[in-house]
């Protein structure tokens, strides 16, 4: 099982150009995450799909859009980058079962916006 | 108030030394406490998860008091290894999102 993998490792971008991160787990997880970590501030939640076919809001998802592909895929994009979006990626996923349902996170993406 | 609050340290320690960290959360109704490590430029990864009784594994042990509202990890035996981010990992109500400490950094020094 390779968990959860995350495209691209590393990106350069200037302001304005879009992208999309690529996230995929072969864990069977209904739920799925989008975080960035920035130097001081922890992880913050970006997005989140709790099960396939369904997408919300976390705590910083202005200039980001999500889309849930299948059970498996779940992907983040930025339309317009900002120099403010320089930061490290992390996807996860999660089994919400009984109460005791840990993540698990891709080894990220390092976005570099110019 | 931020949902989960943690010392950043850093914590230097010699090997051999014992060496705990505390992590407060602020919503009662969380029911899932985590642990995580995370070394330099790479992903967390779960460390332990914290139940309401306790538990140990080898060196670490990780309790929960929902009382105060904290979460605590302890490392016996320090190791070189060990050098690492520790995060403090807690749950919302509904169990789809996760609140993540700052982070506590040790240094395990030879």
């Not at chain 1, 968990?3 to 302001?15: A, D, E």
């Not at chain 1, 976390?58 to 498996?72: A, D, M, Q, T």
């Not at chain 1, 900002?82 to 990626?89: K, N």
């Not at chain 2, 009382?67 to 690492?84: G, M, V």
Request: proline content about 4%; overall charge neutral; glycine content about 8%.
């Amino acid at each position: 099982n390779a968990g959860v993998t995350q495209t691209p490792k590393f990106q350069v971008l200037k302001t304005g150009q879009s992208m999309t991160l690529q996230c995929a787990q072969d864990m069977n997880h209904n739920s799925m995450y989008w975080y960035r970590q920035d130097p001081g501030m922890g992880l913050r939640l970006i997005y989140y799909s709790a099960s396939e076919g369904t997408t919300d809001k976390g705590e910083v998802p202005n200039g980001y859009n999500v889309s849930r592909l299948n059970k498996r895929e779940f992907s983040l994009r930025l339309e317009s980058a900002a120099p403010s979006q320089t930061s490290v990626y992390f996807c996860a996923s999660s089994d919400f079962a009984g109460g005791l349902s840990a993540q698990f996170f891709g080894p990220g993406t390092r976005l570099t916006v110019l | 108030r931020k949902e989960v609050e943690q010392d950043p340290g850093p914590f230097n320690v010699p090997e051999g030394a014992t060496v705990a960290f505390n992590c407060t959360y602020s919503n009662s109704a969380s029911q899932s406490f985590f642990w995580y490590r995370q070394d330099c430029r790479k992903e967390p990864k779960l460390l332990m998860s914290v139940y309401s009784s306790g538990n140990e594994d080898g060196r670490f042990t990780a309790q929960l008091n929902r009382a105060s509202q904290y979460i605590s990890l302890l490392i016996r035996d320090s190791k070189l290894s060990d050098s690492a981010t520790y995060l403090c990992v807690v749950n919302g109500h509904t169990g789809n999102q996760f609140y993540f400490g700052t982070g506590t950094s040790l240094t395990v020094i030879p």
